[in-house]
């Protein structure tokens, strides 16, 4: 198994662009998921961007030491049960037609935020996702 260290590199060598950190992607899907609570409205490209982070702890997890694991995995949890609450189990159905989903798993590429607001609300909406305005979120 990996130290933290050499899970940034391992990820790195199989196609991540840079070694990222545990902690450094953690913060990424935090401030991804507080983004959705309060209503994502950048472009769907940016949006689709921003949950790669969850992939990559994800495919971390696979190789992290248990130690580490134990670790970061109960603030993982509760950011995945915050972004589970901000958003919609669509089955990827709206995000499908803008990004190709993974065949498996990956839960957080079936949903979508549940405020649909600026671009990524137009965008989404158009696709048949439904939520609610932010105004009445």
């Known amino acids: 198994m990996a130290t933290e260290n050499q899970v940034g590199e391992l990820l790195h060598q199989r196609g991540w662009r ?25 472009h ?38 915050r972004y589970k609450a901000a958003t919609i189990d669509d089955d990827g159905m709206a995000l499908d037609q ?16 549940r405020i649909l607001t600026g671009n990524l609300g137009r965008s989404l909406r158009s696709a048949g996702a439904i939520g609610v305005a932010p105004d009445t979120a």
């Open 98 to 113: 803008f990004h190709g989903l993974p065949r498996y798993g990956l839960w957080w590429w079936r949903r979508h935020p």
């Open 18 to 42: 840079t070694e990222f950190r545990v902690a450094e992607r953690v913060n990424a899907w935090a401030a991804l998921v507080s983004a959705v609570e309060r209503g994502y409205g950048d």
């Open 44 to 81: 769907v490209d940016e949006y689709t961007n921003d949950l790669y982070c969850r992939n990559w702890l994800h495919e971390a997890w696979l190789l992290l030491d248990e130690h580490i694991v134990q670790l970061w995995t109960p603030q993982i949890k509760a950011l995945d049960d």
